[in-house]
């Protein structure tokens, strides 16, 4: 059974930092990556990175979020440093094989 569970999320201040972790289990996947969601708003991409270790990042995170991979243990990693109000939003967990896969998300909520 394909699983990706996500850890980390959760309330912080304006400037401060906090690091997603996404476990992935029953696959390797050859992509994997973080997705975000704000109330009443669309799924968004954050960033990505291949096995090999490529990595793709939205232009509203860029300089402040980096994305890991710990293939060994088979999980992903998203640093968030310099978070913004306008970065709260339930932080999903992405993979792809031969299809993609989601996680249930994590809630990262971030004050003014």
């Known amino acids: 059974q394909v699983q990706l569970v996500e850890s980390g999320g959760g309330l912080v201040q304006a400037g401060g930092s906090l690091r997603l972790a996404c476990a992935a289990s029953?696959?390797?996947?050859?992509?994997m990556g973080w997705y975000r969601q704000a109330p009443g708003k669309q799924r968004d991409l954050v960033a990505t990175i291949t096995r090999g270790g490529s990595t793709n990042y939205a232009d509203s995170v860029k300089g402040r979020f980096t994305i890991s991979r710990d293939n060994a243990k088979n999980t992903v990693y998203l640093q968030m440093n310099s978070l913004k109000p306008e970065d709260t939003a339930v932080y999903y967990c992405w993979g792809r094989r031969m299809y993609d896969s989601w996680g249930r998300g994590t809630q990262v909520t971030v004050s003014s």
């Open positions: 029953g696959t390797i996947f050859n992509a």
